[in-house]
């Protein structure tokens, strides 16, 4: 069906439903993402079109934190890369998250 003629989803109503698809248990960087086109609405923004997708940032003890600066350098530069391969959102998410760990660059949220 078309995005305009499909039932809006409140956002907040879809982002619980992806909270839940999330594995907690794991500490690794996760993304989920909703069906697509659907009609999704908030209250007092409007609607649109399109899906929702959710990143989850690493667990990261906060004694390995160490200097930041570079951090959204790098995660940027796996995104970029991430969309110049072709690669889909939920893959690319988790990648960037993954890349800016390998550098040595620790950050908290994404």
Do not use: H
Request: glycine content about 10%; charged content about 25%.
């Amino acid at each position: 069906a078309d995005a305009s003629e499909t039932e809006e989803t409140d956002v907040e109503d879809l982002l619980e439903s992806l909270e839940q698809k999330v594995d907690l248990s794991s500490s690794m960087a996760k993304c989920v993402a909703s069906k697509s086109n659907l009609r999704i609405s908030a209250d007092g923004v409007g609607s649109m079109s399109g899906r929702l997708i959710m990143g989850t940032a690493e667990d990261i003890p906060s004694e390995e934190l160490i200097d930041t600066t570079g951090a959204g350098d790098a995660f940027i530069g796996a995104v970029l890369y991430g969309l110049c391969t072709g690669m889909p959102v939920e893959k690319m998410l988790p990648f960037a998250a993954q890349v800016v760990r390998r550098c040595g660059i620790w950050v908290l949220v994404l």
